[in-house]
């Protein structure tokens, strides 16, 4: 991957529906070539897909809660289990593995604390867990889904 790729990844990562020919002139290529590059980084599985990203508060699903998880369960059995029932919850939009104290880290979207209730009771009726705690975003102070494909920092690397 060179530069000129990490180029096309940037822009796709900043708005993904913009026209291929938007792109191509924006990093100094023509269309076909352009065209053909974001192929290969769909077909490397770099770029795994398009989406719209949604405003979470506008659809009345404001409030992020930060599920730790942990469990005296290490085995890959229970983990298949538990890995299939937290990510058939549709609130769950993001789950971690994790390593020092917390075995499980969930990001749940939900719209208010009801909802949240709803969900823990749910999520404890269907897995074993030793332990859940929830962290309550206050503020939303950066989110961003774009990687950092460029230079580090925005500057080049010495």
Known sequence: MDDT??????????????????????IG???TPCWRRIQKLEEAGIVRKRVALLDGQKLGLGM??????????????WLAEFAA???AFDEVVEFYRM?????????????????YDSFYKRLISEVALTDV??????EEIKYTTALPVGPI???EQE
């Open 99 to 115: 390593s020092g104290e917390v075995d499980y880290m969930l990001r749940v979207v939900v719209p208010n604390m009801a909802a």
């Open 5 to 26: 790729d990490k180029k096309i990844l940037d822009l796709l990562q900043e708005d993904a529906a913009q026209p291929v020919a938007d792109i191509a002139r924006k």
């Open 64 to 77: 992020s809660v930060f599920v730790a998880i942990k469990t005296d369960q290490h085995n890959a059995d």
């Open 133 to 138: 705690s929830s962290s309550f975003a206050m």
């Open 153 to 155: 920092g925005g500057r």
């Open 85 to 87: 029932s937290i990510s």
């Open 29 to 31: 290529l023509s269309v």
